[in-house]
Structure formats: structure tokens, C-alpha cells
């Protein structure tokens, strides 16, 4: 009788398909033999360095092609800043068995915020073309849904949330200065950790609606300038200045320098 090769090779079929960030939330098992490679371990290591180092945030733009495994680093970051669940222990199993001190890092992480109980609170979102506050305060929304607090922080989010998600063509957008208000009172009691995933339809909604960059450049510099612990990651297929390729000048120079307030990470994985 002859002998089939695929009885004998067998492909796991759970990275046949791209993660999906938010079906994928709170799951261990889109982790379980994700390969924690030295590029893998470089992001986490300017992430959790900046959060390890003292109170203040920092903003951070990952830019690489499809398929090169953005969206299960976002999984991977979002578990390891968590709380203690199946889906941390996994993260923090795969990122040990990688690099020791990579781990102790991100224990040394939640030791110094006092998280290891709570983790941070943790907004992972996938963008949409949409406004820019709309994204950013979905993200808010996610973080608050998934670490609920009673505070008045959280409940003004909440109160802004039915026109967020209102169908209505004539709804107003929340405003930058909300947006921004929200974000730093909530980081007042818990650190925020913001991922946007696919983050370059935003900004293609951006560019085409002429909306001002200013908010993400005061988010960014939120946690970096006023001690607050806001961290914000933004994963996108290119720069923030090359989806605005096609503005005028003066908007290209504007997103170049909101470019500037986040540190670059290019994601391209060797072969």
C-alpha cells in the first residue's frame, strides 16, 4: 500500500489565515506556535523599555507589507501587557522561550505600574475609514469594555460613545480636546496601551476628508510630555507621509511631523 504524504506531514491550520485582532482577542490558541523571531523581540524590547524606564508613554508607528505577521505581533504585544489569563502565560511562555531577558523586561513592566494583577488597560482596534477621533475613541471604548471601572472618566467615555457609534449623517464627531481629555484621565488610574491595526485606512479617510493630523500628534505627545502612562502603537502598510503622497506641501510637512513624535519601527522580516 502506498503511503500518502499527507498522512505523515500535517500543516497547523491556524496560521492559514491572517490574525484578526479583534475576533482573536482573549484567545490563546491564534498564539500557540507563533514564532517569536529577533525583529519580534526588538518591538516588544522598545516597548516595554519605555514603560519599564518610568511613568511617561511613548507612540510608536510599525510599518511593514501584508503578510508579514503585523497583526499577530499586535496579539502577542496586547497579551503580554494583559492580566493574568491563559493568553499572557502563553505570550509570556513564547517571548521566553525566545529571550529570557525579553521576559523579565515585561515582568519588570508590571512590577514597576503595579499591573501584574490587572494589566494594563488595553484598547486593540481595527481601523476603519473613519474619522480619527472615531478611531482613537473606539480604541478608548474597547480599553474601558475590557477593564470596566466605575470611575468618572469611564463613565464620561461611555457617555460619548452612542454618537461614536451612532449610523447618523449628521452626528457630530467628538472633538480632539474630548479624545484628549479622556485618554489622560483614564491613564490617571490605570496605564493605557492603544494598538490600531491597519491603521492606514485611517489615514486614507484622513487625507481624503482634509482632517487635521493635530490629534494624533497631541496623543502621541500625551503619555511622552505629560508623565502619563499612554502608549500607543500604530500598524499600517507605509508612513504617515506616504498616504498623504498626493496633499500639498504644507500637509505633507505637517504629517511628517507628526511622524516625527512616534518612533519608526519598519517590520520586514528577513527570509
Known sequence: MSVVLADRISVQNRFA????VE???ERPEPLEGYVVTARVLDVLAR??????????????SLTGPYGTGK??????????????????????RLIREASPET????LAVHERHGTWNTGFRRGLVTATREPLSVTVLRALRAADARSPSDSSAAQGLRGTLPDVESKDQSRIEPTASTVLQVARRLAEETPILIIIDEF?????????GHEDPYL?????EAGQGSGLPIFLL?????SFEEYHAASAGPARREWAKVQGRFGDISFVESA
Open 71 to 92: 497583526s499577530s505581533l499586535a496579539l502577542l504585544i496586547d497579551a503580554a501587557f494583559g492580566p493574568p489569563t491563559p493568553t499572557r502565560e502563553t505570550a509570556l
Open 47 to 60: 516597548v516595554a523599555s519605555t514603560a519599564e524606564g518610568g511613568k511617561a508613554g511613548g507612540a510608536w
Open 23 to 25: 475576533r482573536d482577542l
Open 216 to 220: 494624533l500628534q497631541q496623543l502621541a
Open 234 to 238: 500604530t500598524l499600517q502598510h507605509l
Open 103 to 106: 521576559e523579565a523586561l515585561l
Open 200 to 208: 492606514g485606512k485611517t489615514l486614507e479617510a484622513v487625507s481624503d
Open 17 to 20: 489565515r491572517s490574525a484578526n
